[in-house]
């Protein structure tokens, strides 16, 4: 019997240096920028394969579809959001400060530049490409809502608040935070805010909404008539 081993065979083809997950998501960056930089009508998936440096062969593995890319890259950023948010750590937070880290990771995200220059794409081109706009809501406003919907429900369960839709809620909660300020940056008025001044509104939003729903209010009855007041004098006022 030889001692001496046999080479083993090298196998055909480049050896896999990360895996599908990992490229699906350099690709979904890549496309997002090329989204933002073209439109969705002028964006080429030559392009995002070059940006992503990936091979045609493997984007169109991956995305057979410039409709699959876009979807992607939109669930991508929400990936991001939830996986920033942490919301095994958010639920053992106290009420205030979970609903601040909730507020606060989803105004980074969607008060960030590529999200609402992706917005706009959306807003311009739907007309031409229907599927966009449903694209955008399915996998973007409706995933951050059910995110919302599970903290509200949480908070419900342990009697921190009390609501009646937590659906209607989480939009109400939602559009305090990112409303006005991107209302503002879509319309060119006003610049986008920045992480300071995100965790500031986050803080304000979350203390309002408390206010408005915890289960015992405490003084609410001396709130009602300072608002009465308040509406009375208006009331008084000539028209």
Known sequence: MS???????RQRGRPQVRSDEATRH???????????????????MDCVAKNAAVSKKTLYRLFPTK????????????DSF?????????????PERA????????GRMALAEDTT?????????????????????RGAVIATQRVFVRCLERLCREGAIEIEDLNETAGMLRGMMIFEPSRGAMFGQKA?????????????CARLFLDGCRKDQEGSASSSQQCD???????NEPR
Not at 26 to 44: D, H, K, M, Q, T
Not at 192 to 204: K, M
Not at 229 to 235: A, F, I, N, Y
Request: net charge negative; charged share 30%; proline share 4%.
């Open 192 to 204: 986008l805010p920045g992480i300071d001044e995100i965790e500031s509104r986050a803080t304000r």
């Open 99 to 106: 609903l601040v880290r909730i507020l606060t990771e989803y």
């Open 117 to 137: 220059a992706i917005q706009k794409l959306v807003l311009a081109e739907s007309d031409r490409f229907p599927a966009l706009a449903a694209d955008f809501y």
């Open 82 to 94: 939830i996986l920033a948010l942490d919301e095994e750590r958010g639920a053992r937070l106290p």
């Open 67 to 78: 409709a699959e890319l876009f979807r992607a890259s939109i669930a991508d950023r929400i």
């Open 26 to 44: 350099l690709i979904a960056e890549a496309a997002r920028g090329v989204f933002i930089a073209c439109g969705y009508s002028a964006a080429n």
């Open 3 to 9: 001692d001496v081993m046999e080479p083993q065979r």
């Open 229 to 235: 007041g308040v509406v009375e004098t208006s009331e």
